[in-house]
């Protein structure tokens, strides 16, 4: 059993480090469908068991691609569901025993905290209301049912992820009225499914940049008009020229981070903050998988420099061995160019989006590696 | 009254003077639960009223009550919650809870400590205006973990505690300078992020804290340069402040184009400020000018709290659930 | 095809040489001597007209359209020939208007030198018809030439600033002077404008710029700019330790000719994309950008891709400094970038130069034939004045609020 275990992510490993899965998406699934079963068929006890068991594997998955986020994002939200599925078991137990917690004698909690779901910790006040903070996290007691609970509500959670880009795009005429000028940078599956749901029944046009050196814009554009959507390909240099005549920007990202902030295609920010000037509204078109709740500490560890030879390769010259080329593949979006994000929970404003990362983390499983 | 002879705000000068490192709001809920452990209350309703009363005394003795109305309210709302409960039950439990928070304020401190300390990257230039204990907690601490950054603080005139700071900093090895409080434009460039206390949060995020630090943050912002605030939760308060003259601490004396002399009248206390020795022309200047100023959430980057690290809109969150 | 549709009923008259092609410069002229007056509407028809001729040889294959939003600019058709040349263009001017439209001759200040120059040859040449007089019809003659040049390419600022001073000193030429004086008299003219307005201009600006080079700088720069490349060249040669960031851009990559003569003279250089800017701006202490033309509303007129450069400095207070030349400087005002542009060979963005096609995943080799694509270039944008520091001319260092007190004090 666990050598089987042990196989599988040993396989996913080393699909993520040769970057044989690639799409946030697709690692996102595969990663939670590898939990899923890690789950499954390991044997464990109680739930702390499994959350260092979890915790333990979804750490050799991170450090297969640690500047990817998506992976420790999935590892963090079944982390998150084992707590409330113990939880909610737990206190199901406690009650059906009559016994309630010994902390509380006079005031159970639940009269103090109505509103509170008694595992979220870090998103109550200072407890000087409340008696549950006092209690250490404690997943040590058995509970009956728990695999079984657990299983059904990850396969939730990978049916959510399955739908997640109908969920986005459904959304697209809340945001795409007729005649519209949208401009887009780089390919982003999520953007263009966005893109194509609203074309089934307005007509806008849309700009794309092109984002040399990958020319993922090619892509999008080459997607985009065969839906039928009449679509412009720009060069990078003219974005600034081109928003004059746009209505609004639509983005994808690789990732949002607990600020707002995004690690996007390098380009993006250039894009933000040129519809900043032009007073253009800009929405982030995203699964709710790629939200970490890490801040951006350093904004140059989160840029991904790749080979510069699609920018400028050794046949132009032999000068250009005395020339630092630089490439970022992607880097950081302040948040404060961003007016929108789209998820498959619905539309957010950036300032809302840590009561997101409340609801689908838990504070504690923030630093993955760390620990 | 049965317990006349108990002075409320002398009893949290006492706790403030005791403890160095305490701050205000936990030496209000000490003081509170040291009245409640003397009071005498036959019926609820009354007790209430008692214990209100006694907030209502202490929050108007101090000069600068910010801080202060912050522990206060949070130890009323306390009480209003237990209403329904005996009084005796009611005073025990309370007591317990209000010496179980002052237990574990000072843990605060460090866990914020924990949470901020990533955001303080080696090679960097930090600014800090003033001296406030959990910054100065958050900075040892990144310093014992072998980070290494520079610091430039204020000398927050007129009450001079930047020098306190700095001192504390060299102390700990960290290179530090103090600058004027009025050459925070120039240095302003050669910073990273900057760093302060707080002695309120406000409902919308938006910040009470030591004079000075509203400017501070305008300039970060013309700068484009992060500014953090660093609060304990205790210290979010229910307050929402339009501007400067809406604070609670702002008072007709205050700058106003009178005499000078017409507003020489001792305030109340100015001790509260830790401050040091003033001598006599800054101290008049001290009188007549505001200790405090309010920061709009929108001068704010983030809010280092022990309930983790908050945009300033995540703070109404918690106010909203806290007083719900 | 609303563009080449209404461009056919002006076919006869383009073939029709002499008397509609003197009628042309005549629209010309006024605008050129009265640039206020001179809206975008009426640049584009002169445009247009002369792009009557350019369509008349090759037939129109599968024409593409362009999307309405930039219907009012002008398309070009590529490649470029000079087989649709009126009789009455020089050689030399011929063969100069292709080096404009295949962009080998690029840059506001060499086009407008390759221009004079070709001037000089031609007024060398030329020969009074009889029972006129020099004064009233060389201009005419001249006329031919330059509106063969527009048809290869939109005119260059430099290149009408400098038409209008030969223009002038042809009209103020006296009457009875023998014509070989009279040509010797223009090429001196001419030869006085190159030194003034340009050799010393440039000269003085280097000096002025070398004010701004301090060690430990590290200056980013966008495009190609013969200016900052002459700067940097003088700074580095002067011994001053400095770095310079090469930002370039598709599809023109003029960036890598900056960088290649730097990196030749021993400058420490890094080269990105303008896509990378947003990172490598961090890095930088300086920007240095040349620039088309100035406006008289203060903002540049400048290669695309300059204002996203000045943006993202300004927005980390990075000080933004613009060489210029003050024969750049024009009347023209513009708000936006797209009212008044310049478009680009749209294959470039499907395929390298070499014609191999850039993305053999997303191949838009072929996007003639795919429906509701378009590919569109835009030369130029607008650099707004807010993102400007300073300006250093000839005449100093400037804010760009005073560009028009430029204009007045130093008119041409």
Known sequence: ??????????????????????????????????????????????????????????????????????????????????????????????????????????????????????????????????????????????????????????????????????????????????????????????????LKFAAKKRKFKVIVAECAPTFQGHQTALALTAAGIDTTVIPDAS??????????????????????????LSGTQTMVEAAKHHSIPVIVCAGLFKLSPVFPFDEESLSTEVSPDSVLDFTKGHFISEVEVINPFSSYVDPSFIDLFITNLGGHPPSYLYRLLNENYDAEDTYLLKS | MAHEE?????????????????????????????????????????????????????????????????????????????????????????????????????????????????????????LVHSYSRVVMTLLLRAAAHNRRFRVYVTEARPINSGYRTAAQLRQAGIPCTVVLDCAVG???????????????????????????????????????????????????????????????????????????????SPSPSLSDTNSMELDGAALDLAKTNPEVDYTPPSFITLLFTDLGVLTPSGVSDELIKLYY | ?????????????????????????????????????????????????????????????????????????????????TAQAPSGVHPCVRSLGLQFAELKICGSTARCLAMLNAFKQVIEDYQTPSQTTLCRHLPTYLSIQISYLVSMRPMAVTMGNAIRFLKYHISILDIDLPESDAKGQLIEKIDEFIRDRITAADRLIVQYGLQKIQDGDVVLTYACSSIVKTLLIAAHQAGIQFRVIVIDSRPLLEGLKLLRDLATAGLACTYAYINSISSTMKEATKVFLGTHAVLANGALFSRAGTALVAMTAHRRNIPVIVFSEIYKFTERVQLDSVVMNELGDPHDLAAHKDGSPIDPAASLTNWKSVNNLNLLTLMYDVTPTEYLSMAITEVGMIPFTSVPVVLREYRL
Request: proline residues 5%; glycine residues 4%.
């Open chain 2, 186 to 264: 120039y240095i302003m460039e050669e910073v990273d992020f900057v760093l302060v206390g707080a002695e309120g949060v406000v409902e919308n995020g938006g910040l009470i804290n030591q004079i000075g630090s509203y400017q501070i943050s305008i300039v970060a912002k013309a700068a484009r340069k992060p500014f953090y605030a660093v609060a304990e939760s205790y210290k979010f308060v229910r307050l929402f402040p339009l501007n400067q003259f809406d604070l609670p601490t702002h008072t007709a004396q205050i700058l106003s184009f009178d005499s000078p002399q017409s507003v020489a």
């Open chain 2, 6 to 126: 108990f002075s409320i705000y002398q009893s949290y000068q006492e706790f403030l003077q005791s403890d160095p490192d305490m701050s205000m709001p936990v030496a209000a809920v000490q003081s509170l639960v040291e009245f409640i452990r003397q009071s005498q209350a036959s019926t609820m309703s009354e007790f209430v009223v008692m214990v209100r009363d006694a907030a209502q005394v202490l929050k108007s003795s101090a000069r600068n009550s910010v801080s202060l109305a912050a522990g206060c309210d949070l130890f009323m709302q306390a009480v209003t919650r237990m209403a329904d409960a005996n009084v005796e039950e009611c005073r025990q439990n309370l007591i317990n809870r209000g010496t179980k928070f002052v237990e574990k304020a000072a843990s605060c401190r460090e866990s914020i400590a924990e949470l901020g300390e990533p955001f303080i990257r080696d090679d960097s230039t930090i």
């Open chain 1, 1 to 194: 059993m666990v050598k089987d275990v042990n196989f599988l992510v040993e396989d996913l490993v080393a699909k993520l480090k040769r970057r044989q899965i690639t799409g946030s998406y697709t690692i996102a699934l595969e990663t939670a469908k590898l939990l899923r079963q890690i789950i499954s068929v390991t044997r464990w006890s109680t739930a702390g068991a499994l959350i260092d068991r979890i915790k333990q594997e979804g750490c050799r998955l991170v450090a297969a691609q640690p500047k990817d986020v998506v992976v420790a994002n999935i590892v963090r939200r079944v982390l998150h569901i084992i707590r409330e599925v113990y939880t909610e078991n737990r206190d199901a137990v406690d009650e059906d025993d009559g016994t309630i917690l010994a902390a509380a004698p006079v005031a159970p909690q639940a009269l103090l905290q109505p509103q509170q779901p008694s595992f979220s910790i870090h998103s109550s006040m200072f407890p000087l209301l409340g008696d549950h903070a006092d209690l250490p996290a404690d997943y040590t007691r058995p509970v009956h049912n728990l695999k079984s609970e657990i299983i059904q509500e990850i396969q939730e959670y990978i049916e959510e992820l399955e739908n997640m880009y109908s969920n986005v795009s459904s959304q697209a005429m809340d945001h795409i009225h007729s005649n519209e000028v949208i401009m887009t940078c780089g390919y982003s599956k999520t953007v263009e499914s966005f």
């Open chain 1, 239 to 264: 974005v600034f020229a081109m928003m004059a005549r746009v209505n609004k920007v639509i983005l994808g990202t690789s990732a949002i981070l607990a600020n707002g902030g995004l690690i996007a």
């Open chain 3, 1 to 81: 095809m609303s563009n080449s549709a209404s461009s056919s009923p002006r076919l006869p008259s383009a073939s029709n040489t002499p008397k509609p092609k003197a009628k042309a410069p005549k629209s010309e002229k006024p605008a050129k001597q009265a640039p206020k007056n001179a809206g975008p509407g009426k640049a584009a028809k002169v445009n247009n007209a002369s792009k009557g001729g350019a369509a008349s040889s090759s037939s129109t294959p599968a024409a593409k359209k362009i999307s309405p939003l930039f219907a009012h600019l002008e398309e070009r058709e590529y490649p470029a020939t």
